[in-house]
């Protein structure tokens, strides 16, 4: 008997925390629709109405149409693809072959939206961030016995949803937002309707942050695998547009991932799990910054305030370089733990592959950004 009342005790306790993680998530998404209220307004209005007069240009998301009266969504797509040329409203230049938005009157077969959908998730990456959760607890656990623990296959899934469904939201917020009207994407092709993704997202959030809570053990992975979902459901929206901060968000949600997979396995020798992640999250910020070096003129003209817009690319260089060589460090971390070793094949060969990527970046330092330069460092 005291063994069922403690049992039932935790279980109410696990699904108080699930409704109150759902409740914060559904205040957030509250809370990011409120900020675009009003283009979510215009946006259902152009998907549920038609044309109110003959032959008048309609622009949404930077995809322009021009509906004909009496002329359908199929003859529209015919003539895109025939390369017929539609004048902006907003501007006196002509844009080939604009991509068709779709309408919630002509919806797709079920099968089809399902597979456009999985589409949107970059299936591609999914053995990345797997591999990402096994390799922390692998590392950990030193055993293959670790795959019988149920933690483990669960943060690793749930590690590899979250960023499988963040692909989805972002490609949701960037149609709104106009970004990806020019890319052929589910949703700028038509096969998927904004709110059918917007649908699928929200769900995935919801019921990865209810049983996140309700089977994960540790109040540490549960703390992990909410941040992460946070964290990829308000980056477009909010965070990607904050200088610096869009490049740690980043960082984080992929090298959590190998702590997350540690903790499945105990937290006793969690920093054999924490030195692979802070080399990953180095070289992540690295490659983050660099990047947005190298799209630093078009990140301007777009206003977007990347670190190269904000301070400059010799001082966006610097910090790039500052957190390769931070990277080169990561096999001294356990020092700072007492009884920790130090590993000698990372503490060798870690060093010597940074020391290669430090070189390449000054490199293109010198070489004054040159397109070329960057791509080989990158690459």
Same mark, same amino acid.
């Given at each position: 008997q005291p063994f069922?009342?403690c049992? $039932? ?5 696990r ?6 993680g ?11 629709q409120?900020f ?7 946006? +259902?209005? +152009?998907?549920? +109405? ?13 995809g ?9 969504l199929d003859a +529209?797509r015919? #003539? ?5 040329s539609l ?7 002509s844009?080939?072959?604009p ?9 797709h077969?079920?099968l089809?939206?399902c597979?456009?959908l999985i589409?949107?998730?970059?299936? @591609?990456?999914i053995p ?10 692998l590392l ?6 670790? &795959?019988?623990?149920?933690d483990?296959w669960?943060v @690793?899934? &749930?590690?590899?949803?979250?960023g499988?469904?963040?692909m989805?939201?972002n ?11 020019l890319k052929? #994407? ?7 309707h904004?709110?059918q993704?917007?649908l699928? @997202? ?7 942050m209810f049983?996140?809570?309700?089977l994960?053990?540790s109040?540490?992975?549960r703390?992990?695998?909410s ?24 960082a ?7 702590v997350a997979?540690?903790?499945?396995v ?7 799990a924490?030195?692979p992640a &802070?080399?990953v ?7 983050e910054?660099m990047m947005?070096?190298?799209d ?10 990347t ?5 400059? #690319?010799?001082? $966006? ?9 931070l990277?080169?460090l990561?096999?001294?971390?356990p ?5 920790a070793?130090?590993?000698?094949? $990372? @503490?060798s ?13 000054v490199?293109?330092?010198?070489a004054?950004?040159?397109r070329?330069?960057?791509d080989v460092?990158l690459?």
């Amino acid at each position: 008997q005291p063994f069922r009342r403690c049992s $039932a005790r935790k279980t109410g306790q696990r699904t108080m925390r699930s409704l109150l993680g759902i409740a914060v998530l559904l205040v957030s998404l509250g809370v990011v629709q409120s900020f675009m209220l009003p283009s979510r307004l215009a946006i +259902h209005s +152009h998907f549920t +109405h038609g044309p109110r007069t003959a032959n008048r240009p309609r622009q949404a998301l930077g995809g322009l149409m021009n509906h004909n009266q009496g002329e359908g969504l199929d003859a +529209h797509r015919l #003539k895109v693809r025939k390369g017929v040329s539609l004048l902006s409203t907003s501007s006196s230049r002509s844009i080939e072959n604009p991509i068709p938005i779709p309408r919630l009157s002509d919806p797709h077969p079920l099968l089809v939206t399902c597979r456009e959908l999985i589409r949107m998730t970059r299936p @591609a990456c999914i053995p990345g961030e797997l591999g990402l959760a096994f390799m922390g607890s692998l590392l950990v656990a030193r055993s293959m016995e670790c &795959f019988l623990l149920s933690d483990v296959w669960l943060v @690793a899934l &749930f590690s590899a949803a979250t960023g499988a469904f963040s692909m989805v939201i972002n490609d949701y917020f960037d149609f709104r937002s106009g970004a990806d009207a020019l890319k052929p #994407k589910p949703l700028t092709l038509g096969t998927v309707h904004p709110e059918q993704a917007l649908l699928a @997202a929200a769900v995935f959030y919801l019921s990865t942050m209810f049983f996140a809570s309700l089977l994960l053990q540790s109040l540490t992975l549960r703390a992990l695998v909410s941040c992460s979902l946070m964290a990829t459901f308000l980056y477009t929206p909010m965070l990607k547009g904050i200088c610096f901060v869009k490049n740690l968000v980043v960082a984080f949600v992929i090298s959590q991932a190998i702590v997350a997979g540690g903790l499945a396995v105990g937290g006793a020798n969690l920093v054999r799990a924490v030195v692979p992640a &802070f080399y990953v999250f180095s070289t992540i910020m690295w490659q983050e910054i660099m990047m947005d070096i190298n799209d630093e003129e078009g990140d301007r003209n777009a206003g977007i305030r990347t670190l190269p817009v904000t301070v400059g #690319k010799h001082a $966006a260089m610097a910090v790039a370089t500052f957190f390769a060589f931070l990277a080169s460090l990561s096999p001294l971390l356990p020092l700072l733990v007492p009884g920790a070793q130090v590993s000698p094949v $990372a @503490a060798s060969v870690i060093p010597l592959v940074q020391s290669v990527i430090i070189f390449g970046s000054v490199r293109a330092w010198r070489a004054s950004f040159q397109r070329e330069e960057m791509d080989v460092v990158l690459n």
